[in-house]
């Protein structure tokens, strides 16, 4: 079973943000920036996997599907020199949909819980979830075995694709054939996601940039005040 962290100290938040001031400038365009964040563990191979094997296959699949020119964030797009925490805050607020790669690492990462609760109270905000509106904005896979994850997001149909994801995947194998087809049969879904998204809400970009840096204060280390400035 998941041990007790990052779900049980983030998931059940309110997030009214007011610690930080975190500002929206006057280049930010007034709409929506992306189509998809891509929000994953960066535990040990997660990272090249996502970058070498899915999102290819992703970004095929999902084109096709749609039809027109899309954007998808993932994390290595942020510049050298970005203020990271605000950067990853700043595209998932101006992102539709978020799609999710669950894992056990996944939940018990404070970053992925603070993506993945901003979405939920987005949709709950929005009317998402509910007997009139089922559907969500959040679109989610499995990558790895899903038995006992947190019961607030078991009840999301996800893409089942944690058979296929090897992290020594072969280029032409089976198995990645196998993943492609998943990849292909899931992306409708995605798709359905991103055309019901709701007209976009400049404080959803505050909301989620003060969000990812309270985490990078939590997340750094306490200083110690030099001698004599108590």
Known sequence: MLQAGAWEA???EDFGYNRHAVRVGPNVPMSYMYDVFVSYSRHGEWPKWVKDTFLPL?????GEELGRK??????????????????LGDSLGRTRVLVALFSKQYFNSPWCMRELQHVLSREEACGFRTAQNPGGLIVPAYIFDGEDFPHQVRHIQAAQLQKYTSVRLSTGSLTEERLSDEIRAWVPSVAHAIGSAPVWDSGWTEQAATA???QFDAA?????PPPGSA
């Open 220 to 224: 750094a280390p306490a200083q110690t």
């Open 70 to 87: 899309f954007n998808i964030f993932v994390d290595y797009q942020i510049e050298t020199g970005d203020s990271w925490p605000q950067k």
């Open 10 to 12: 983030i998931g059940e």
């Open 212 to 214: 990812l840096l309270d």
């Open 58 to 62: 992703f970004y095929h699949w999902l």
